[in-house]
């Protein structure tokens, strides 16, 4: 019969590279079915189902706020969640009062193209940006440069109001498509639709820094268990998820949709406050305060002390002989450090541990491991697991995996499992297996020559 797994393993590598992206596509159209459900709603239901849930998103934000204050010791970024967590929960508690007090659950009224509910939206949509600016730009973030980020479309806002009261008496409201499409040469509505690409704009910044908040993290770590990379991503996401929200309550001119809208801010804190209270910030503090380029982050070392003494018996030969000189000497001194110590089996180990060893600051021995092996950090410490867990796997068969993963450095079994079927193109299990029958295969050619030898002599 043939042997058809590698079948299995060209599907389970494109799940793992594909699965997120499947994610991403089911969730934005269970969105667009949800928004088309829920605006069909009776009245009585919506105002039921809503005020149930502004309920529900006032305490998932106030207390998520709560928890993450007083469990978890804050940097700056968490605070600017923390911030935006308590802003969506009083938010949605003065909306909760207003449906009990007049029987409408809002802040704003949701009209088509309403100048109120787009100031509204453009101003979360700002707060919203704060957290990923933080978190991906540790230090940028001052108090002058927060104003310089939102004074374009305040400018643009302060325009809308003027306009309006050049050409109207009153704030001009449309009602539909045709009202709206007819006026589209009047100077307002093109001021409103700049408004709207406020919360686009976010998205494009986010995504312009998160290419190298990987690059960063992958030349610094050797796990990323802890620093949970794809939690931005899902960020990301969420915000672009947000604003098509956004946009179909700007237009469907249909108040329902702001349930859909709802429940999309209530799905996204419950799933961000569980990873914002786990999450560690893999940049130290203020490492961009200089500017949001890498090449002129000040970066403050983790052990400047340490990393200074190291320097100083070398200081003269540095002076004469570059970097590049001594490379070859750096890695041989890094490969007998990795097979004698073996620090790569620490699910804590990073990069600044190599100090102990080399007179390189951070940006020298990040230098280090992308020129001298054409790899990042992390991928080459990942190298070093890998093997580890490949000589277990064929010298300790009575072991589990799991016991392996941990014995290699791995930080848990979800990890290493993907990390060899990625490298290796089949499992563990599988891998062991086929080696194993190798072994045999050739043991028995062996033993087949020897005996024919005898035969003959």
Known sequence: ?????????????????????????????????????????????????????????????????????????????????????????LTNLLSLIRGFTTGYSGI????????????????????????PLEALRPGWLTLKRAILLFLPTLVI??????????????????????????????????????????????VVIMLRYRKSYTWW?????????????????????????????CLILVFSNNIRSALMHSIIILCFFLYGFYRVLFRKCPYPNDCFK???????AQIIEVDQTTADVALVPEADAILYKS????????????????ETE???????????????????????????????YGESFYQFVMRYRLEESKRLLLSRPDLKITNIAELSGFSSISVFGRAFTQKMNCSPLQWRAEQTERAELSERAEQLERAEQLEES
């Open 1 to 89: 019969m043939p042997n058809l797994s590698f079948m299995k393993n060209i599907h389970q590598n494109g799940f793992y590279g594909h699965k997120r992206l499947l994610i991403y596509t089911a969730v934005f159209f269970i969105v667009l079915l949800g928004h088309n459900y829920l605006m069909q709603l009776s009245l009585e239901s919506f105002r039921y189902i809503r005020q149930s849930t502004i309920s529900m998103l006032c305490i998932v934000c106030l207390f998520g706020a709560f928890m993450i204050m007083t469990q978890k010791k804050m940097r700056r970024d968490d605070m600017l969640f923390v911030f935006l967590m308590i802003i969506v929960g």
């Open 108 to 131: 704003v009224e949701y009209k088509f193209m309403a100048l109120p509910m787009l100031i509204y939206g453009v101003v979360n949509a700002y707060i919203f940006l704060l957290y």
């Open 157 to 202: 806002i302060i325009l809308s109001f003027e306009v309006a009261k050049a050409h109207f008496t009153t704030v001009p409201v449309y009602n539909n498509w045709s009202s709206f499409i007819s006026e589209l040469s009047i100077l307002s509505v093109l001021l409103r639709l700049l408004i709207l690409l406020y919360p686009i704009f976010g």
């Open 217 to 245: 993290c992958e030349n610094n770590y050797a796990s990323m268990e802890n620093i949970d990379i794809k939690w931005l991503g899902d960020y990301i996401y969420a915000n672009l998820i947000i604003s098509i929200s």
């Open 290 to 296: 200089e500017g949001m380029n890498d090449l002129n």
């Open 323 to 338: 970097f590049n000189d001594r490379l070859p000497d750096y890695k041989q001194k890094l490969e007998e450090w990795m």
């Open 342 to 372: 073996k620090p790569y089996l620490r699910k804590d180990f990073k990069l600044i541990d190599a100090m102990e060893i080399l007179p390189l600051n951070r940006s020298y021995l990040s230098r280090l491991f992308n020129d001298g």
